[in-house]
């Protein structure tokens, strides 16, 4: 089934100790609509600039992405400037330049309305709520934030929770919205607010998926999925949008959402982000095949596995 | 069979966010033997002062750990005080007082010379290398290191490295020994100085095992465990010395070493960490049964395995 994904495209400059990148396409959405077309038709609600040539369109479309929701307007695309030289975990921003993103107003085509799927990716929380208020018939909803709205805009941010299935976001982040430092107690607390998931990305260590009570099958235990061990990790950025990509991509693709489907995505968002940081920006992920992401998977499973 | 167990014992003052503790019995072989003694028969080799009392001794020998190596000497057993009040992860030392462990010889029984398994805490390494040459017919060694001995003394640690079977340490000890930032080739090259099996500890988010190309079976892949999400962590010392106890103890009560064997004691060291952290010093280490160790065997298998 498709999925409606809304959020930023961006032009990223990036340096890590593999070497260093300028302006190429990237911004969350756009790992986010690679990773999960690999599943399921993607359709993009995002604006650019009189910069994004038809040339940037055509990475998306090439994996047949729906780019029909992408509002391009005189002025410069986001720009972001990061580097990883003394920590692959975390970025150090250099520049941001928020250009025609900064007065998005998410619009919605006609042809997007019967998306049975919703990725809210990190923009402002009542810009999220307006666009999934804005679509009926939306079966599931994922949502991303960061510690910026966590802060200044937390009212808006827990009126959006309510209206989120499943929350994708780090463990800081999980720890900042609960304000408890034990993760599985601030997990619960995060439950409370509204999704019936949480799922919380370790970056390297992989991620946990927190159920609520009776949501998706019965038990309280969480999931864990690792992370592969990568021999080199060229660029970290995307890595936890193409892991969302990956895991709601997934969910789309299946007809039931049990814990069971649920536990799996978590695993094919780890194979997704794993692919992510393998290269500069999107290369990766706009090179893959079907194939090579199931024997990725198999991997994670021997990774984990007993006999 | 036996595993022969050599390293510090100590009381320890400890302050986390969940309350504060003073003097009580710890030590990392401590941990180690009480979490080995579930599996198999613990022998310990230390040195304590004249404040070890019977009562220290009992903890030990309640759990059926042999305590006929653990030397008696005048002046006062080695201290260390610590808090985690910033950080549950990482311990700020707030006083070392080696005592007679600065002195530390150890001496081995010859009641203990038939000795299957041989695990060797963190001690300087050439006293490490000195108990392995001493000891014939051990079967399997499994051995620890610190930052310390990494920077101040590499030469020796390097002679002791090519007498080791397992090495447990953590992350920023493998790169730190390889002098590389990646994990995986950072375990290649540190497999490369001698050991079979290097088990690389993440503390919250569990362990990785890496094999040497052929040892203990066909296959390059490594192996992760996850760590519990613990509602509490009291008290995170000992946290991977209880790992090491349980991993080491499971492989000594097995009679063939093949590399599901050291899957199965990657986990039973995750389980044996996670009670740990549960209370302050050794208490909970001291009150298990096989039962309640097994029973969380499972929740880990649940925890990451798929249906």
Tied chains: 1, 2.
Excluded: C
Aim: net charge negative.
């Amino acid at each position: 089934m498709s999925i409606l994904a809304v959020g930023s495209v961006a032009f990223d400059t990036i340096a890590s100790p593999s070497g260093r990148v300028e302006n190429v396409l990237g911004g969350a959405l756009t790992y986010f609509a690679l990773a999960a077309s690999y599943f399921t038709e993607v359709r993009m609600v995002a604006v650019v600039g009189d910069d994004f040539t038809r040339e940037h369109e055509n990475v998306l479309t090439r994996r047949g992405v729906d780019t029909r929701g992408i509002e391009h307007t005189k002025g410069k695309t986001f720009r972001w400037g990061g580097q990883y030289l003394d920590n692959l975990n975390e970025a150090t921003t250099e520049f941001t330049e928020l250009n025609v993103f900064e007065q998005f107003q998410p619009k919605i085509p006609a042809a997007y309305q019967d998306s049975s799927f919703l990725f809210l990716a990190n923009i402002h929380p009542s810009l999220q709520k307006t666009v999934r208020l804005n679509l009926d018939g939306v079966r599931l909803t994922g949502g991303d934030t960061m510690n910026y709205w966590i802060n200044h805009t937390p009212k808006e941010l827990m009126e959006t929770l309510k209206l989120v299935n499943i929350l994708l976001i780090n463990d800081t982040e999980t720890k900042m919205i609960a304000n408890d430092r034990s993760l599985p107690r601030a997990a619960r607390k995060v439950l409370a607010l509204g999704p019936q998931a949480l799922v919380v990305k370790h970056g390297e260590y992989g991620a946990t998926i927190f159920f609520r009570q009776g949501a998706f099958g019965i038990g309280t235990h969480p999931f864990r999925a690792p992370a592969l061990p990568i021999e080199e990790v060229k660029d970290p950025t995307g890595a936890g949008d193409s892991f969302a990509g990956g895991f709601m991509g997934y969910l789309a693709s299946q007809d039931e959402l049990n814990r069971e489907v649920l536990k799996r995505a978590l695993f094919y968002g780890g194979v997704m982000g794993s692919f992510a940081v393998e290269r500069f920006g999107t290369e990766r992920l706009q090179q893959l095949s079907r194939e090579e992401i199931d024997a990725r998977f198999q991997v994670f499973r021997e990774l984990t596995h007993l006999g």
